[in-house]
């Protein structure tokens, strides 16, 4: 039982280039959303998930998209990546009524 | 609109002091309330629910559905207490986070 992983755990791009962030979890949770950490703004969420085949934006959703074509996936690409999108990404899952879960994160430098 | 406020960036205490994290909250459903913790930019980890009504490492936090608030609190602060703590509220399928408080207790 892995948890939630994220790949890749760091990665640097140049502005204009596309990249997807990867997300799986193996605990069959069919939440799943993803976040952005800058200092002094918390989390903030992207894009999430609520099931299969369904996704929402959230909070800070341009220049990112998502699909849910599994339960167990949801990456997170960036098409035409900009030094304004320089953060750390955390991907999160929950089932039902219960908490999320965190993955360790994948820190993006876009230079 | 879900909206989560938590009014200190930072918080600095010394050791045995007591602590108060504040955490407001907008929403216009039947909100459910947490705390999360991170430290040294690791993962979250979740210290709080509020329908646990359970104290983790000595952090209690009650609902106040009257105020809104759901602020986390520890009576006498320990140095490994140190770390970013965020509040969050779930509603509509989805978590918001507050922007967060950094609590530095000092020895």
């Known amino acids: 039982n892995a948890g939630v992983t994220q790949t890749p755990k760091f990665q640097v791009l140049k502005t204009g280039q596309s990249m997807t962030l990867q997300c799986a979890q193996d605990?069959?949770?069919?939440?799943m959303s993803w976040y952005r950490q800058d200092p002094g703004m918390g989390l903030r969420l992207i894009h999430y998930?609520?099931?299969?085949?369904?996704?929402d934006q959230g909070e800070v959703p341009n220049g990112y998209n998502v699909s849910r074509s599994t339960t167990e996936d949801f990456p997170l690409r960036l098409l035409s990546a900009a030094p304004s999108q320089t953060s750390v990404y955390f991907c999160?899952?929950?089932?039902?009524?219960?908490?999320?879960?965190f993955g360790s994160g994948t820190r993006l430098t876009v230079v | 609109a879900q909206r989560v406020t938590q009014p200190e960036k930072l918080l600095s205490v010394f050791k045995g002091a007591p602590v108060e994290l504040k955490c407001n909250y907008s929403?216009?459903?039947?909100?459910?309330l947490f705390w999360y913790v991170q430290y040294s930019r690791q993962r979250l980890q979740l210290l709080l629910r509020?329908?646990s009504r359970e104290s983790i490492k000595g952090f209690t936090a009650d609902l106040n559905k009257g105020e809104t608030s759901f602020h986390l609190k520890k009576p006498f602060a320990q140095e490994e207490d140190s770390a970013m703590y965020y509040c969050?509220?779930?509603?509509?399928?989805?978590?918001?986070f507050g922007q967060g408080t950094e609590l530095s207790v000092k020895p």
């Open positions: 605990m069959n949770h069919e939440y």
């Open positions: 929403y216009s459903g039947s909100p459910e």
């Open positions: 998930s609520v099931g299969a085949g369904i996704t």
């Open positions: 999160a899952t929950s089932r039902g009524e219960s908490w999320y879960t």
């Open positions: 509020h329908i």
């Open positions: 969050a509220l779930r509603g509509g399928g989805k978590l918001i």
